[in-house]
């Protein structure tokens, strides 16, 4: 990702925060915002967006493009392209929809 991109995280969730945060200090090209700035369709989805060369990314896909792309040992993020889908989204989805409870255990 060479040109800036764009990241729209959960401004309420301490676990979102952290990976944008994390995101700014491995990429200089990143522009992190809040979900509540995305058109309802992508709001409902109730996950991570990436936007980058005007592809639109959520989920799972978004967050191996992300961090993909912060270099050497991160690349390895790809292997869960390796698994069945079906379970790659399903772990996500688990973390997601319970990000808020496993938020409180991070200070």
């Given at each position: 990702?060479n040109?800036?991109?764009?990241i729209?995280?959960d401004?309420?969730?301490?676990?979102c925060?952290r990976?944008g945060?994390?995101t700014?200090n491995?990429?200089?090209n990143v522009?992190?915002?809040s979900?509540?700035?995305?058109?309802?369709e992508?709001?409902?989805?109730?996950?991570i967006?990436?936007?980058?060369?005007?592809?639109?990314y959520s989920?799972?896909?978004?967050i191996?493009?992300?961090?993909?792309n912060?270099?050497g040992a991160?690349?390895?993020?790809?292997?869960i392209t390796?698994?069945?889908?079906?379970?790659?989204d399903?772990?996500?989805?688990?973390?997601s929809n319970h990000?808020h409870?496993i938020?409180?255990f991070?200070?």
């Amino acid at each position: 990702m060479n040109e800036k991109y764009e990241i729209f995280l959960d401004d309420d969730c301490k676990i979102c925060n952290r990976f944008g945060e994390k995101t700014i200090n491995k990429s200089n090209n990143v522009l992190i915002r809040s979900n509540k700035e995305l058109t309802k369709e992508l709001f409902k989805l109730d996950s991570i967006i990436l936007i980058n060369n005007g592809k639109t990314y959520s989920g799972i896909d978004a967050i191996s493009n992300i961090i993909s792309n912060w270099g050497g040992a991160y690349k390895i993020i790809k292997i869960i392209t390796y698994l069945p889908r079906f379970l790659s989204d399903k772990l996500y989805k688990l973390i997601s929809n319970h990000r808020h409870q496993i938020s409180k255990f991070i200070k």
